[in-house]
């Protein structure tokens, strides 16, 4: 039973425009959340986080927010740049444990 | 949906001992599982890329006689981290391939944290 979803495989943008990549999760309990980058043979790079104390968190052009009502996370990318295509995992942690989304494939058009 | 179960979730090991962490693909079959290494917060290092029925591909800077890889089924990866040390403890997760409808999808295990005294 998958914890964390992420319902969109692949996503489209135009270079400039905002990205907003999506998460689902069904528990409560988690106490981090975190968004990876991954580019192909590599391992995920870890982009940002927040605690499930806070809604948002920002960082440059990477901006995380957490809506813990719905229990949805989100990544917005604003400018959206072709080096920002890749895979891109939302991960919830709780108790030692990490669960992770299947990835979104982003890609960014020049 | 495609699940990937890791275990142990945790183990407290005597310095110089060996431990064994399994990853399974539990409905589905996985040609390819890949081992990490995390420090908290931090990004996943790639360890080694494991392939069914060969040797595992490992990074560089990994020591392939600490970190043993057997790929011996479809749905089973283990990783033995032998005659383990304090500055291996650290946090272990494994993930599995699956291609579906021409799109390749990557599934993780909870991880692992191993502790060594």
């Known amino acids: 039973d998958q914890q964390v979803k992420q319902n969109s495989p692949s996503l489209s943008v135009q270079e400039g425009r905002i990205s907003i990549l999506n998460c689902d999760y069904t528990n409560s309990m988690f106490d981090y959340f975190l968004w990876y980058k991954k580019y192909p043979a590599e391992g995920p790079t870890f982009l940002i986080s927040?605690?499930?104390?806070?809604d948002k968190n920002e960082d440059g052009r990477f901006t995380v927010f957490l809506n813990k009502s719905a229990k949805h996370l989100s990544l917005h990318i604003v400018p959206s740049q072709p080096g920002d295509s890749a895979v891109y995992f939302c991960a919830l942690y709780n108790f030692n444990k990490f669960y992770f989304g299947s990835g979104t494939k982003l890609n960014v058009k020049p | 949906g495609a699940v990937v179960s890791q275990h142990p979730s945790w183990v407290i090991c005597k310095s110089g001992t060996s431990v064994k962490i399994e990853c399974r693909s539990l409905d589905f079959q996985a040609t390819t599982m890949f081992w990490y290494r995390q420090f908290p917060k931090q990004s996943l290092m790639l360890m080694a890329t494991?392939?069914?029925?060969?040797?595992?591909?490992?990074e560089q800077g990994v020591e392939k006689d600490k970190f043993l890889i057997n790929h011996a089924s479809l749905t089973l990866s283990t990783l033995t981290v032998t005659s383990a040390h304090p500055e291996d403890s650290s946090f272990y997760i494994c993930?599995?391939?699956?291609?579906?409808?021409?799109?390749?999808?990557?599934?993780f295990g909870s991880g692992t944290q191993l502790s060594v005294l």
């Open positions: 494991s392939n069914e029925g060969s040797k595992a591909t490992y």
């Open positions: 927040i605690s499930s104390i806070k």
């Open positions: 993930s599995a391939s699956s291609v579906s409808q021409g799109i390749e999808k990557l599934f």
